[in-house]
């Protein structure tokens, strides 16, 4: 388990630019493999553009408390980027203006940023009918400062989407760290303490299942109800949907891969599995992704891999939906990640 | 040469080619195939782990490897994968020692 970011280790891998290289060169250059612009036009859906805009998601930093060893961020306890409240304004005057009706704040540890609830309680005035904060679970756990979060999120109807990569202690802590597992099942139980996740309960509280290793997730009920009965039967805990996420190729994954020999196998595996009805569907084509420092991408991992819009409207102090909605998506071969097998998005499966 | 062997791990990938040069049979065999790994009365995690064991008895190694990544991506754990592999080594090794009977009935034919 490393302790440190790609960016704190000075790794080359932590350069978007070496990652898209290693993506657009090798198996997909010599075109042992169709690249994913050459995939998705055999179903006509080159160039792949947006629908309608229904989610903003907004990354308020890349500081977090753990050091996760997928982690598409690079985040970490080093990582100092924050949003500042100036950016999180810009982000304010926008929600009110489009037609978003999800708001999904992400990072790092979103409740990190020492504007975090400040941010919460301007949003949640806009009158957003889903409100998300993906929260790692352990930052509840963390500090006594924290303590008081489920409580904070009740207060607003936040939804929480919490990362959960399995029911057993050695598969979590694995991926996550060390007593991640145990601070987690923690969290969640102080969660279902103020109604979170419980049957009836208008408080959401939905967990995101990644895979811990280089093979991709299967199918996303049948983990849903393994999870459900486990945590329940283990620990007590109950929590509403499952969503099962495919670890896209980029940041910290890709260094994995890169180390452990599965690189080739893994790219092997996303295309086989490419699936042309998940592509109408994919997360770009209702989201926006705004980074700590208020530059527009497609998407979050587009965001990591500093492929910014494709439009004149590059930061969120100068956006305009109508031109924003009339871009081409940027994409890459990370995008196969996102289209295979049933699909992945922040959403878990699509089709 | 030392390093090439009879198996090469990506030649699993290359496991639809088998239709090439008999298309309808193959196709059978793989509508077949796919059709038994569906849900049905035992789960597709229990025929995953059928399928692991199986793969071990029969000492294929693209079947391992095969059903190795289709139990992670099941969620199954290490500790339930090698539970499986024990049933099928238990069952092979029964299947032995079962046929013991027939060596002492013979011997007891001839020399008892
Ligand atoms: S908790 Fe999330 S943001 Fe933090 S290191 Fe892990 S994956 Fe990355
Ligand atoms: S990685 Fe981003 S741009 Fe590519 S398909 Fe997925 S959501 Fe769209």
New interface residues.
């Given amino acids: 388990m490393k302790t440190q970011s790609l960016k704190k280790r000075d790794s080359e891998l932590a350069q978007a630019k070496r990652q898209l290289e290693i993506l657009s060169n090798g198996i997909f250059q010599d075109g042992e493999l169709p690249t994913f612009a050459e995939k998705i036009a055999e179903n006509g859906h080159f160039p792949l553009r947006p629908r309608r805009l229904e989610i903003l998601q907004i990354n308020v930093g890349y500081m977090c408390n753990q050091v996760c060893e997928h982690c598409h961020v690079d985040a970490g306890p080093d990582r100092k980027e924050i949003m500042t409240r100036e950016t999180m304004q810009q982000c304010l005057d926008v929600i009110k203006r489009t037609g978003a009706h999800t708001l999904d704040l992400t990072g790092g540890a979103p409740e990190m940023n020492p504007d975090f609830r400040w941010f919460v309680e301007e949003a949640a005035k806009a009158g957003i009918s889903d409100f998300i904060v993906r929260s790692n679970l352990t930052i509840i756990r963390a500090n006594k400062k924290y303590y008081d979060l489920p409580e904070f999120f009740k207060k607003y109807n936040i939804h929480v989407v919490s990362s959960m990569p399995h029911w057993t202690r050695g598969k979590t802590d694995k991926q996550r760290g060390d007593g991640v597992f145990d601070a987690s099942i923690e969290a969640l139980k102080m969660l279902n303490a103020v109604g979170y996740g419980m049957p009836d309960s208008p408080l959401k509280l939905d967990l995101v299942y990644n895979p811990s290793g280089a093979f991709l997730p299967g199918d996303q009920a049948g983990l849903q109800a393994h999870f459900k009965k486990a945590l329940l039967e283990d620990f007590g805990i109950q929590f509403h949907d499952l969503f099962a996420i495919t670890n896209l190729p980029i940041s910290r994954f890709l260094d994995y891969l890169i180390a452990s020999d599965n690189y080739e196998d893994y790219m092997y595996a996303l295309v086989e599995a490419y699936n042309p009805a998940a592509v109408q569907n994919v997360m770009c084509t209702n989201t926006l992704s705004v980074s700590w420092d208020g530059w527009l991408y497609d998407c979050d991992f587009n965001q990591m891999l500093g492929l910014g819009v494709a439009s004149p409207v590059k930061h969120i102090s100068e956006y305009q939906e109508d031109l924003l909605q009339d871009r081409k998506i940027v994409i890459s071969q990370h995008c196969y990640g996102c289209t295979a097998g049933a699909g992945s998005s922040c959403q878990g499966a699509v089709v | 040469m030392a390093d090439q062997s009879y198996y090469d791990p990506k030649d699993l990938?290359k496991f639809g080619k088998i239709t090439d040069w008999q298309e309808d049979l193959g196709s059978k065999f793989f509508e077949y195939y796919n059709s038994v790994f569906q849900e049905g009365a035992l789960?597709?995690?229990e025929k995953s782990l059928i399928a692991l064991a199986v793969a071990h008895t029969e000492r294929c190694p693209y079947c391992i490897d095969a059903y190795t990544?289709?139990g992670?991506?099941?969620?199954i754990?290490k500790e339930e994968m090698m539970e499986a592999v024990h049933v099928g080594a238990a069952i092979q090794s029964g299947a032995s020692l079962v046929h013991g009977v027939q060596m002492m009935n013979k011997v007891n034919k001839l020399d008892g």
Avoid: F
């Avoid at chain 2, 992670?72 to 969620?75: A, H």
């Fill in positions: 990938r789960t597709a995690r990544k289709d992670l991506q099941r969620g754990t």
